[in-house]
Nanobody
Framework: QVQLVESGGGLVQPGGSLRLSCAASGSIFSINDMGWYRQAPGKQRELVAVVTRGGSTNYGDSVKDRFTISRDNAKNTVYLQMNSLKPEDTAVYSC????????????????WGQGTQVTVSS
């Protein structure tokens, strides 16, 4: 019913930049928070950044001052601009959205994308 598709991942050298995109589609009544999470092999999934519908943002400590999250509500799309990338940023980055559907607009449900690989290496 609701699908999130990430794009923009890839291989980049340390100090480089990438811009991730995530587009939500389906029977969407509204989207509240949207965010990016990441998971490296053998590690727990961690918060990268979250942006509310109103534009307030929150970042994980490890990415503050390097990453910027933004969204286009009209397109149901969230972006993550990643600058000054480090090898420690290597992970699968997944998009998350808190969604109300037309079928049940009274209930918020969490949806996830399939993830996109980001590899930072020289």
């Amino acid at each position: 019913q609701v699908q999130l598709v990430e794009s923009g991942g890839g291989l980049v050298q340390p100090g480089g930049s990438l811009r991730l995109s995530c587009a939500a589609s389906g029977s969407i009544f509204s989207i509240n928070d949207m965010g990016w999470y990441r998971q490296a092999p053998g590690k727990q999934r961690e918060l990268v950044a979250v942006v509310t519908r109103g534009g307030s943002t929150n970042y994980g400590d490890s990415v503050k001052d390097r990453f910027t999250i933004s969204r286009d509500n009209a397109k149901n799309t969230v972006y993550l601009q990643m600058n000054s990338l480090k090898p420690e940023d290597t992970a699968v980055y997944s998009c998350n959205a808190d969604v109300r559907t037309y079928d049940s607009p009274w209930r918020r449900k969490d949806y996830w994308g399939q993830g996109t690989q980001v590899t930072v290496s020289s």
